[in-house]
Protein backbone atom coordinates (compact mmCIF):
# COMPACT_ATOMS: atom_id res chain seq x y z
CA UNK A 1 0.00 0.00 0.00
CA UNK A 2 3.10 2.23 0.83
CA UNK A 3 4.33 1.87 -2.65
CA UNK A 4 0.67 2.67 -4.34
CA UNK A 5 0.28 5.68 -1.91
CA UNK A 6 3.49 6.98 -3.28
CA UNK A 7 2.79 5.56 -6.88
CA UNK A 8 -0.60 6.72 -7.13
CA UNK A 9 -0.30 10.57 -9.05
CA UNK A 10 2.21 8.34 -11.40
CA UNK A 11 -1.00 6.20 -11.96
CA UNK A 12 -3.44 8.92 -12.35
CA UNK A 13 -0.99 11.00 -14.91
CA UNK A 14 -0.09 7.48 -17.24
CA UNK A 15 -3.44 6.64 -17.08
CA UNK A 16 -4.83 10.06 -18.04
CA UNK A 17 -2.31 10.67 -20.97
CA UNK A 18 -3.53 7.04 -22.60
CA UNK A 19 -7.17 7.88 -22.37
CA UNK A 20 -6.02 11.31 -23.95
CA UNK A 21 -3.86 9.58 -26.82
CA UNK A 22 -6.87 7.23 -27.48
CA UNK A 23 -9.10 10.24 -27.92
CA UNK A 24 -6.91 12.04 -30.26
CA UNK A 25 -6.87 8.63 -32.21
CA UNK A 26 -11.12 8.51 -32.40
CA UNK A 27 -11.16 12.33 -33.34
CA UNK A 28 -8.99 11.63 -36.33
CA UNK A 29 -10.69 8.87 -37.32
CA UNK A 30 -14.19 9.17 -36.26
CA UNK A 31 -14.47 12.40 -35.54
CA UNK A 32 -12.72 13.08 -39.12
CA UNK A 33 -15.52 11.96 -41.36
CA UNK A 34 -18.03 14.26 -39.22
CA UNK A 35 -15.65 17.00 -39.32
CA UNK A 36 -15.73 16.75 -43.51
CA UNK A 37 -19.07 16.76 -43.95
CA UNK A 38 -19.90 19.69 -41.59
CA UNK A 39 -16.80 22.11 -41.92
CA UNK A 40 -15.03 21.07 -45.16
CA UNK A 41 -12.04 19.72 -43.39
CA UNK A 42 -10.90 16.55 -42.00
CA UNK A 43 -9.11 17.80 -38.62
CA UNK A 44 -11.73 20.06 -37.00
CA UNK A 45 -12.48 18.10 -33.93
CA UNK A 46 -8.67 16.99 -33.90
CA UNK A 47 -7.11 20.99 -33.68
CA UNK A 48 -9.70 21.62 -30.95
CA UNK A 49 -9.29 18.48 -29.06
CA UNK A 50 -5.43 19.03 -28.67
CA UNK A 51 -6.17 23.11 -28.08
CA UNK A 52 -7.99 21.88 -25.06
CA UNK A 53 -5.44 19.22 -23.92
CA UNK A 54 -2.96 21.66 -24.42
CA UNK A 55 -4.92 24.64 -22.39
CA UNK A 56 -5.77 22.27 -19.79
CA UNK A 57 -2.17 20.57 -18.91
CA UNK A 58 -1.13 24.64 -18.70
CA UNK A 59 -3.70 25.32 -15.82
CA UNK A 60 -3.19 21.57 -14.24
CA UNK A 61 0.28 22.62 -13.77
CA UNK A 62 0.06 25.85 -12.49
CA UNK A 63 -2.86 24.21 -10.39
CA UNK A 64 -0.16 21.27 -9.04
CA UNK A 65 2.84 24.13 -8.61
CA UNK A 66 0.16 26.18 -6.32
CA UNK A 67 -0.68 24.45 -3.00
CA UNK A 68 -4.27 23.33 -3.50
CA UNK A 69 -4.95 24.86 0.24
CA UNK A 70 -5.33 27.95 -1.44
CA UNK A 71 -8.30 27.67 -2.41
CA UNK A 72 -9.45 27.44 1.17
CA UNK A 73 -9.25 30.96 0.58
CA UNK A 74 -10.59 31.62 -2.71
CA UNK A 75 -13.26 29.33 -2.99
CA UNK A 76 -16.05 32.05 -1.31
CA UNK A 77 -15.23 34.78 -4.44
CA UNK A 78 -15.80 31.89 -7.02
CA UNK A 79 -18.33 30.86 -5.84
CA UNK A 80 -20.14 33.80 -5.77
CA UNK A 81 -18.96 34.48 -9.05
CA UNK A 82 -20.56 31.23 -10.22
CA UNK A 83 -23.93 32.25 -9.31
CA UNK A 84 -23.88 35.75 -10.69
CA UNK A 85 -23.03 34.39 -14.23
CA UNK A 86 -25.54 31.11 -13.94
CA UNK A 87 -28.41 34.06 -12.76
CA UNK A 88 -26.72 35.86 -16.29
CA UNK A 89 -27.35 32.94 -18.29
CA UNK A 90 -30.79 32.27 -16.98
CA UNK A 91 -32.33 35.86 -17.83
CA UNK A 92 -29.77 36.62 -20.69
CA UNK A 93 -28.50 33.23 -21.72
CA UNK A 94 -28.21 32.33 -25.35
CA UNK A 95 -29.35 28.59 -26.54
CA UNK A 96 -31.07 26.23 -29.09
CA UNK A 97 -34.65 24.32 -28.28
CA UNK A 98 -35.50 26.64 -25.83
CA UNK A 99 -32.70 25.68 -23.66
CA UNK A 100 -30.19 28.97 -22.47
CA UNK A 101 -27.36 27.12 -21.44
CA UNK A 102 -24.45 29.93 -23.28
CA UNK A 103 -23.52 33.27 -22.14
CA UNK A 104 -21.46 35.67 -24.63
CA UNK A 105 -18.96 38.04 -22.85
CA UNK A 106 -16.87 40.48 -25.04
CA UNK A 107 -17.74 38.23 -28.25
CA UNK A 108 -16.23 34.77 -26.45
CA UNK A 109 -19.19 32.08 -25.49
CA UNK A 110 -19.10 30.48 -22.22
CA UNK A 111 -21.36 27.58 -20.75
CA UNK A 112 -21.17 28.29 -17.17
CA UNK A 113 -22.41 25.02 -16.06
CA UNK A 114 -19.03 22.99 -16.66
CA UNK A 115 -17.53 24.91 -14.44
CA UNK A 116 -20.33 24.48 -12.09
CA UNK A 117 -19.11 20.86 -10.83
CA UNK A 118 -15.27 21.89 -10.15
CA UNK A 119 -16.44 25.26 -8.16
CA UNK A 120 -18.86 23.19 -6.23
CA UNK A 121 -16.77 20.69 -5.05
CA UNK A 122 -14.13 22.61 -4.25
CA UNK A 123 -16.42 24.98 -2.15
CA UNK A 124 -18.34 22.37 -0.25
CA UNK A 125 -15.46 20.68 0.86
CA UNK A 126 -13.78 23.47 2.29
CA UNK A 127 -16.92 24.15 3.87
CA UNK A 128 -16.86 20.56 5.22
CA UNK A 129 -13.46 20.63 6.39
CA UNK A 130 -13.70 23.87 8.13
CA UNK A 131 -16.02 21.97 10.38
CA UNK A 132 -14.73 20.00 12.83
CA UNK A 133 -17.93 18.35 14.24
CA UNK A 134 -20.64 16.96 12.04
CA UNK A 135 -23.09 19.79 10.48
CA UNK A 136 -25.87 18.98 13.33
CA UNK A 137 -28.00 22.04 13.75
CA UNK A 138 -30.65 22.91 11.66
CA UNK A 139 -29.30 25.95 10.48
CA UNK A 140 -26.14 24.69 9.60
CA UNK A 141 -27.93 21.71 7.49
CA UNK A 142 -30.40 24.59 5.45
CA UNK A 143 -27.02 25.97 4.90
CA UNK A 144 -25.42 23.46 3.44
CA UNK A 145 -28.58 22.53 1.58
CA UNK A 146 -28.53 26.25 -0.04
CA UNK A 147 -25.07 26.11 -0.90
CA UNK A 148 -25.92 23.37 -3.22
CA UNK A 149 -29.53 23.88 -4.30
CA UNK A 150 -29.43 26.95 -5.62
CA UNK A 151 -26.90 26.24 -8.47
CA UNK A 152 -28.20 23.31 -9.09
CA UNK A 153 -31.80 24.76 -9.65
CA UNK A 154 -29.99 27.56 -11.92
CA UNK A 155 -28.68 24.66 -13.79
CA UNK A 156 -31.79 23.04 -13.95
CA UNK A 157 -33.62 25.67 -15.01
CA UNK A 158 -31.89 26.24 -18.66
CA UNK A 159 -32.81 23.21 -18.67
CA UNK A 160 -30.00 21.10 -17.64
CA UNK A 161 -30.80 18.14 -16.19
CA UNK A 162 -27.81 16.13 -16.18
CA UNK A 163 -25.48 18.64 -14.93
CA UNK A 164 -27.75 19.66 -12.02
CA UNK A 165 -28.20 15.91 -11.23
CA UNK A 166 -24.36 15.48 -11.06
CA UNK A 167 -24.31 18.21 -8.72
CA UNK A 168 -26.80 17.02 -6.03
CA UNK A 169 -25.56 13.31 -6.18
CA UNK A 170 -22.12 14.75 -5.87
CA UNK A 171 -23.56 16.39 -3.04
CA UNK A 172 -25.37 13.53 -1.42
CA UNK A 173 -22.07 12.01 -1.49
CA UNK A 174 -19.90 14.50 -0.10
CA UNK A 175 -22.40 14.94 3.00
CA UNK A 176 -23.09 10.77 3.37
CA UNK A 177 -18.93 10.75 3.82
CA UNK A 178 -19.22 13.19 6.93
CA UNK A 179 -21.81 10.78 8.73
CA UNK A 180 -25.35 13.00 8.11
CA UNK A 181 -27.44 10.78 6.57
CA UNK A 182 -31.05 12.84 7.38
CA UNK A 183 -28.78 15.61 5.40
CA UNK A 184 -28.32 13.08 2.02
CA UNK A 185 -31.56 12.09 2.87
CA UNK A 186 -32.68 15.62 2.56
CA UNK A 187 -30.71 16.16 -0.72
CA UNK A 188 -31.97 13.17 -2.41
CA UNK A 189 -36.14 14.31 -1.57
CA UNK A 190 -35.20 17.39 -2.93
CA UNK A 191 -33.59 16.52 -5.82
CA UNK A 192 -36.49 14.63 -6.77
CA UNK A 193 -39.19 17.42 -5.77
CA UNK A 194 -37.44 19.70 -8.23
CA UNK A 195 -37.66 17.44 -11.19
CA UNK A 196 -41.02 16.11 -10.95
CA UNK A 197 -42.30 20.18 -10.42
CA UNK A 198 -39.83 20.68 -13.90
CA UNK A 199 -41.87 17.36 -15.55
CA UNK A 200 -45.28 19.22 -14.49
CA UNK A 201 -44.33 22.39 -15.36
CA UNK A 202 -42.22 21.89 -18.81
CA UNK A 203 -44.17 19.04 -20.58
CA UNK A 204 -42.53 20.17 -23.99
CA UNK A 205 -39.41 19.54 -23.15
CA UNK A 206 -38.97 16.74 -20.31
CA UNK A 207 -41.98 15.10 -21.02
CA UNK A 208 -40.67 14.34 -24.62
CA UNK A 209 -37.28 13.25 -23.35
CA UNK A 210 -38.41 10.50 -20.76
CA UNK A 211 -41.23 9.22 -23.55
CA UNK A 212 -38.18 9.00 -26.07
CA UNK A 213 -36.11 6.83 -23.63
CA UNK A 214 -38.81 4.41 -22.43
CA UNK A 215 -39.50 3.88 -25.98
CA UNK A 216 -37.18 5.33 -28.38
CA UNK A 217 -39.46 3.69 -31.60
CA UNK A 218 -41.90 7.05 -30.41
CA UNK A 219 -39.28 9.32 -31.95
CA UNK A 220 -37.02 6.79 -34.35
CA UNK A 221 -35.75 9.90 -36.23
CA UNK A 222 -35.55 12.18 -32.89
CA UNK A 223 -34.17 11.74 -29.63
CA UNK A 224 -34.58 7.90 -29.72
CA UNK A 225 -31.96 7.70 -33.00
CA UNK A 226 -29.65 7.95 -31.02
CA UNK A 227 -30.26 5.37 -28.47
CA UNK A 228 -31.66 2.91 -31.39
CA UNK A 229 -28.49 3.29 -33.57
CA UNK A 230 -26.32 2.57 -31.00
CA UNK A 231 -27.67 -0.44 -29.40
CA UNK A 232 -27.75 -1.73 -33.23
CA UNK A 233 -23.81 -0.55 -33.65
CA UNK A 234 -23.11 -2.88 -30.23
CA UNK A 235 -24.52 -5.42 -31.93
CA UNK A 236 -22.83 -5.18 -35.15
CA UNK A 237 -19.36 -5.03 -33.10
CA UNK A 238 -20.18 -8.18 -31.05
CA UNK A 239 -17.09 -9.49 -28.95
CA UNK A 240 -14.01 -8.65 -31.34
CA UNK A 241 -15.44 -5.73 -33.35
CA UNK A 242 -16.67 -4.94 -37.03
CA UNK A 243 -14.23 -5.66 -39.97
CA UNK A 244 -16.00 -2.78 -41.90
CA UNK A 245 -14.02 0.58 -41.60
CA UNK A 246 -16.35 2.56 -41.64
CA UNK A 247 -18.83 2.39 -38.87
CA UNK A 248 -22.54 2.78 -38.77
CA UNK A 249 -22.33 5.74 -36.38
CA UNK A 250 -19.38 7.53 -38.12
CA UNK A 251 -21.97 8.43 -40.63
CA UNK A 252 -22.32 12.45 -40.99
CA UNK A 253 -26.19 11.77 -40.29
CA UNK A 254 -25.56 10.66 -36.95
CA UNK A 255 -25.06 13.66 -34.18
CA UNK A 256 -22.61 12.98 -31.51
CA UNK A 257 -20.72 9.91 -32.93
CA UNK A 258 -17.45 11.26 -31.21
CA UNK A 259 -18.91 12.59 -28.56
CA UNK A 260 -21.45 11.45 -26.26
CA UNK A 261 -22.04 8.20 -27.94
CA UNK A 262 -18.07 7.73 -28.74
CA UNK A 263 -18.66 4.28 -26.29
CA UNK A 264 -21.04 3.42 -29.22
CA UNK A 265 -18.48 3.90 -31.69
CA UNK A 266 -15.39 1.85 -30.56
CA UNK A 267 -17.99 -1.12 -29.31
CA UNK A 268 -18.82 -1.40 -32.87
CA UNK A 269 -15.17 -0.95 -34.35
CA UNK A 270 -13.51 -2.68 -31.66
CA UNK A 271 -15.70 -4.88 -29.95
CA UNK A 272 -16.76 -5.46 -26.09
CA UNK A 273 -13.37 -5.95 -25.76
CA UNK A 274 -12.52 -2.66 -26.82
CA UNK A 275 -14.87 -1.07 -24.48
CA UNK A 276 -13.54 -3.36 -21.78
CA UNK A 277 -10.13 -2.41 -22.13
CA UNK A 278 -11.37 1.27 -22.12
CA UNK A 279 -13.44 0.77 -18.83
CA UNK A 280 -10.03 -0.78 -16.97
CA UNK A 281 -8.26 2.16 -17.82
CA UNK A 282 -10.49 4.20 -15.82
CA UNK A 283 -10.78 1.83 -13.02
CA UNK A 284 -7.09 1.93 -12.90
CA UNK A 285 -7.49 5.91 -13.06
CA UNK A 286 -10.36 6.26 -10.57
CA UNK A 287 -8.44 3.72 -8.19
CA UNK A 288 -5.48 6.39 -8.63
CA UNK A 289 -7.73 8.85 -7.08
CA UNK A 290 -8.76 6.73 -4.28
CA UNK A 291 -5.36 6.21 -3.35
CA UNK A 292 -4.59 9.69 -3.25
CA UNK A 293 -7.81 10.44 -1.27
CA UNK A 294 -6.24 8.43 1.24
CA UNK A 295 -3.13 10.06 1.77
CA UNK A 296 -4.33 13.25 1.56
CA UNK A 297 -2.58 15.74 4.08
CA UNK A 298 -5.72 16.79 5.36
CA UNK A 299 -9.75 16.76 5.64
CA UNK A 300 -9.85 19.39 2.61
CA UNK A 301 -7.97 17.25 0.71
CA UNK A 302 -9.42 13.81 1.36
CA UNK A 303 -12.93 15.19 0.28
CA UNK A 304 -11.72 17.24 -2.63
CA UNK A 305 -10.67 13.94 -4.23
CA UNK A 306 -13.34 11.77 -3.23
CA UNK A 307 -15.85 14.30 -4.90
CA UNK A 308 -13.81 14.63 -8.05
CA UNK A 309 -13.69 10.73 -8.03
CA UNK A 310 -16.99 10.31 -7.63
CA UNK A 311 -18.03 12.33 -10.42
CA UNK A 312 -15.96 10.90 -13.00
CA UNK A 313 -17.48 7.35 -11.59
CA UNK A 314 -21.22 8.74 -12.38
CA UNK A 315 -19.66 9.90 -15.52
CA UNK A 316 -18.56 6.54 -17.14
CA UNK A 317 -21.67 5.30 -15.37
CA UNK A 318 -23.83 7.58 -17.44
CA UNK A 319 -22.12 6.92 -20.46
CA UNK A 320 -22.07 3.10 -20.37
CA UNK A 321 -25.97 3.17 -19.51
CA UNK A 322 -26.59 5.65 -22.36
CA UNK A 323 -25.30 3.50 -24.93
CA UNK A 324 -27.15 0.66 -24.23
CA UNK A 325 -30.33 1.96 -23.28
CA UNK A 326 -30.33 1.69 -19.76
CA UNK A 327 -30.33 5.73 -19.56
CA UNK A 328 -31.35 8.51 -21.16
CA UNK A 329 -29.69 10.33 -24.14
CA UNK A 330 -27.49 12.89 -22.23
CA UNK A 331 -24.80 15.59 -23.36
CA UNK A 332 -22.36 14.44 -20.40
CA UNK A 333 -19.27 13.31 -22.80
CA UNK A 334 -16.44 10.65 -21.48
CA UNK A 335 -13.69 12.60 -20.17
CA UNK A 336 -10.62 12.30 -22.17
CA UNK A 337 -12.13 10.10 -24.87
CA UNK A 338 -15.24 11.88 -26.14
CA UNK A 339 -14.67 15.76 -28.14
CA UNK A 340 -16.19 17.80 -25.31
CA UNK A 341 -14.81 21.24 -26.64
CA UNK A 342 -11.80 23.13 -25.57
CA UNK A 343 -13.89 24.38 -22.57
CA UNK A 344 -14.69 20.59 -21.23
CA UNK A 345 -11.49 20.06 -21.99
CA UNK A 346 -9.41 22.01 -19.50
CA UNK A 347 -11.71 21.49 -16.97
CA UNK A 348 -11.11 17.74 -17.24
CA UNK A 349 -7.51 18.74 -16.75
CA UNK A 350 -8.20 21.43 -13.95
CA UNK A 351 -9.27 18.00 -11.89
CA UNK A 352 -6.76 16.20 -12.42
CA UNK A 353 -4.98 19.21 -11.55
CA UNK A 354 -6.42 19.82 -8.18
CA UNK A 355 -5.91 15.92 -7.67
CA UNK A 356 -1.86 16.02 -8.64
CA UNK A 357 -1.58 19.15 -6.11
CA UNK A 358 -2.96 16.83 -3.40
CA UNK A 359 -0.89 14.29 -3.82
CA UNK A 360 2.15 15.83 -4.60
CA UNK A 361 1.47 17.82 -1.00
CA UNK A 362 0.95 15.09 0.75
CA UNK A 363 3.07 13.37 3.59
CA UNK A 364 3.86 10.42 1.51
CA UNK A 365 5.57 12.17 -1.22
CA UNK A 366 6.90 15.17 1.39
CA UNK A 367 7.88 13.88 4.45
CA UNK A 368 7.85 17.24 5.69
CA UNK A 369 4.33 17.90 5.61
CA UNK A 370 3.67 15.21 8.25
CA UNK A 371 4.81 17.34 11.02
CA UNK A 372 2.81 20.07 10.14
CA UNK A 373 -0.31 18.01 9.18
CA UNK A 374 -2.49 16.56 12.46
CA UNK A 375 -3.93 14.57 9.84
CA UNK A 376 -0.79 12.32 8.28
CA UNK A 377 -2.28 9.09 9.72
CA UNK A 378 -5.84 8.25 9.28
CA UNK A 379 -6.80 6.10 11.78
CA UNK A 380 -5.00 9.01 13.82
CA UNK A 381 -7.09 11.63 12.61
CA UNK A 382 -10.46 9.45 13.27
CA UNK A 383 -9.06 8.85 17.07
CA UNK A 384 -8.20 12.37 18.08
CA UNK A 385 -11.85 13.25 16.78
CA UNK A 386 -14.73 11.04 16.73
CA UNK A 387 -17.26 13.25 15.26
CA UNK A 388 -15.56 13.43 12.29
CA UNK A 389 -16.86 10.36 10.43
CA UNK A 390 -15.13 10.29 6.82
CA UNK A 391 -13.66 6.40 7.70
CA UNK A 392 -11.88 4.53 5.35
CA UNK A 393 -15.43 2.18 5.36
CA UNK A 394 -16.61 5.46 3.58
CA UNK A 395 -13.80 5.57 1.28
CA UNK A 396 -14.39 2.08 0.38
CA UNK A 397 -17.87 3.20 -0.59
CA UNK A 398 -16.12 4.76 -3.52
CA UNK A 399 -13.41 1.65 -4.13
CA UNK A 400 -16.52 -0.35 -4.51
CA UNK A 401 -18.69 1.82 -6.48
CA UNK A 402 -16.24 1.89 -9.31
CA UNK A 403 -15.53 -1.74 -9.40
CA UNK A 404 -19.83 -2.27 -9.41
CA UNK A 405 -20.77 0.02 -11.64
CA UNK A 406 -17.79 -0.91 -14.06
CA UNK A 407 -18.96 -4.64 -13.64
CA UNK A 408 -22.80 -3.75 -14.26
CA UNK A 409 -21.97 -1.81 -17.34
CA UNK A 410 -20.12 -4.49 -18.88
CA UNK A 411 -23.00 -6.87 -18.16
CA UNK A 412 -25.94 -4.58 -19.80
CA UNK A 413 -23.42 -4.28 -22.69
CA UNK A 414 -23.50 -8.34 -23.18
CA UNK A 415 -26.75 -8.29 -22.88
CA UNK A 416 -27.75 -5.55 -25.04
CA UNK A 417 -25.49 -7.18 -27.69
CA UNK A 418 -26.98 -11.09 -27.17
CA UNK A 419 -30.81 -9.27 -27.06
CA UNK A 420 -31.95 -10.15 -30.73
CA UNK A 421 -35.59 -8.53 -31.72
Known amino acids: MHILSQSSGKIIIFSTTILSLIGLYLSYSIGGVISESYYGYRNYFLINQIYGIALGIIFAFLIV ?4 RILLSLRGYIYYILIIILLLTAFFGIGYYGSKQWIGISGIMIKPSVWAIPIMITYIAGYLSSRKQKIATFYSKIVLLTL ?5 ILILLQPNI ?9 GSFLTYLIGNRVLTRTFLFTLASITIILLLTSPNYFHYRILSFIDPGLDPYGLGYQTTRSIVALKNGGLIGS ?5 TLTMPIIPDANSGFVFSVIGEKYGFIGIE ?4 IYAIFLYGIYITSKIAQNYFGKLLCAGIGFYLTLILVINLGMISGVFPATEITLPFIGYSGITNSVVNYILIGLILSVWIHSPVINPALGKKSISYSYNTYLAKSKKIQLSIESNHIFHWLTIISSIAGLVELILR ?3 KK
Open 65 to 68: KINY
Open 162 to 170: TEAVLIFLT
Open 277 to 280: IIVV
Open 417 to 419: MLW
Open 243 to 247: VNNLT
Open 148 to 152: YSLPA
